[in-house]
């Protein structure tokens, strides 16, 4: 054996030195087989194993750490900059069923729980977090750069062990037992990739990043019971630069969620994804009291969805840039509604600063829904720059929208306040309210006949300098206005087919 290829082997075995309890590290660039280090196959947490690996690799100026084949148990694991933790193909990395394997980290505290700290009015979950000594997550990488998961095995979080017996199918909002929150926690972190691997059963938000920047998401697949409390797929939190592309998620929380408590997020892209949840699918808010901006999706799909496209501003934020190209969008859910898009702009709270959504453009949009479009800003604070082109909207037997309760409002355990301007009833396909400088360029809604004809075709309230163009509307069994207004000023239509049984502007 030649001294290079001896050399290699001994470096990518690192193998541990049982007399002292020290390691053998691996140099940068070379590879520690958790194995190697004492791991072992099964049930029994290898915590100490897996991070003596970690910290061996990180030692020596960083390099892969290797999870073989098989099932291997874990609590808590500290990722450390230029470490790429491999899992192999039929790798499993499984989260420990037990508390006791996930010590308290570093407490999150931000602008948004010190809203709901101050208001009195607290969200109990929210208030539990905070006044635990800290928060818990199966990986979690802080300060670090050039850090990465890949490969094509599985990370599963064991999340039904921390709901309780019986919660799905129990209609609780929430667990009440303790659960690792998040899930795999990025914070200030650089230069991140998490590619090619499976995450299923997280006990609560799958993947999060905060504050951290460059971060490179790629070909990793998300599944979670539908019914699963918090389960998040990607939940971003401050930070520049994030590229998701060609992932597929399957949760029942939000399955991409944007969330700016902490500090601005720009420069976000989306692409060539397959997103579903039980609610939304890609969402903007709550929680955001710093700027969202220069926000891109492309060649997108959504199935099985309550609301494909969300976007809540309660917390004096901004949602800024957003550019929305290549959608097919099929909504479906156990909710009484479905919105394949909703925008809202309120407050959480009465005293709340009232936020900005300004320059939205969603195109190239294919959709299939019961439910309706809607663009809600408030009367102090209308939305600026509403944007659609070419989007065709297919409409199957309709819900009765004025019997339902109101607009949702974007958090479960978010107290009812009075808000500001709720559309949620206004019986028409495409509603906008409250919105200055709305153009149309492009839309087509066609169905089965009863279902068109039960509701409006487009509702203006409360909208400035609206150009309506290219507006298709099929042909109804029961006539109903196409346009339906109400304090509306400077509306342009152009290139209207308005099929028969449909009304000119209802009073």
Request: hydrophobic share 40%.
């Amino acid at each position: 054996m030649s001294k290079k290829i001896l050399r290699h082997a001994l470096l990518s075995l690192a193998l541990p030195i049982a007399a002292s309890g020290a390691f053998a590290a691996a140099p940068s660039g070379g590879v520690c087989d958790i194995e190697a280090f004492g791991a072992e196959r099964g049930d029994t947490p290898q915590t100490r194993a897996i991070q003596s690996a970690i910290d061996a690799c990180a030692a020596a100026g960083g390099g892969q750490v290797r999870v073989p084949a098989g099932t291997w148990t874990t609590g808590t694991l500290i990722l450390k900059s230029r470490i790429d933790l491999h899992l192999s193909m039929g790798a499993v990395l499984r989260g420990s069923p037990s508390m006791a394997d996930y010590p308290a980290l570093d407490r999150r505290v931000d602008d948004h729980n010190k809203s709901i700290a101050q208001s009195g009015l607290t969200d109990p979950e929210r208030l539990a977090i905070n006044e635990a000594d800290g928060q818990r997550a199966l990986i979690y990488a802080r300060d670090v750069v050039d850090v990465a998961i890949t490969g094509f095995g599985t990370i599963d979080g064991q999340g039904p062990a921390f709901w309780g017996e019986g919660f799905i199918g129990s209609g609780q909002g929430r667990p009440t037992l303790p659960r690792p929150r998040p899930w795999i926690w990025f914070r200030d972190a650089k230069h991140v990739s998490v590619r090619d691997v499976t995450l299923v059963d997280s006990p609560s938000y799958f993947l999060s990043f905060e504050t951290s920047d460059d971060v490179d998401v790629q070909g990793i697949r998300i599944r979670a019971h539908p019914l699963s409390p918090n389960s998040d797929g990607i939940q971003i939190e401050g930070g520049r630069d994030y590229r998701i592309r060609g992932v597929s998620i399957r949760t029942g929380d939000d399955a991409i969620v944007l969330k700016s408590s902490n500090a601005a997020i720009e420069n976000v892209t989306i692409s060539d994804s397959y997103l579903e949840s039980d609610d939304s699918a890609f969402k903007l808010g709550t929680g955001s009291t710093h700027p969202i901006r220069h926000v891109r999706m492309s060649d997108v799909q959504i199935a099985n969805t309550r609301i494909g496209i969300a976007l809540f501003m309660k917390d004096g934020g901004v949602f800024e840039h957003l550019d929305i190209d290549g959608l097919s969008i099929v909504t479906g859910s156990r909710h009484r509604t479905d919105y394949p898009v909703y925008v809202d702009l309120d407050r959480r709270f009465p005293d709340s600063t009232l936020g900005a959504i300004r320059q939205v453009r969603i195109a190239n949009a294919r959709i299939e829904t019961r439910g309706n479009l809607l663009f809600g800003g408030h009367p102090d604070a209308p939305i600026d720059g509403l944007r659609l082109e070419n989007v065709d909207v297919t409409l199957a037997a309709p819900v009765d929208i004025a019997a339902l309760p109101g607009k949702p409002r974007g958090n479960m355990m978010l107290a009812g306040q009075t808000p500001g301007a709720d559309f949620a009833n206004v019986n028409a396909h495409l509603t906008v309210g409250h919105v200055r400088h709305v153009a149309v360029d492009g839309l087509r809604l066609h169905g089965a006949p009863d279902a068109l004809g039960s509701r409006a075709g487009i509702a203006l309230r409360h909208v400035t300098q609206a150009d309506l163009r290219d507006v298709t509307l099929a042909a109804s069994g029961a006539p109903r206005a196409w346009l339906d207004d109400d304090g509306v000023g400077a509306v342009r239509v152009r290139d209207l087919d308005a099929a028969r049984g449909w009304t000119g502007v209802e009073d």
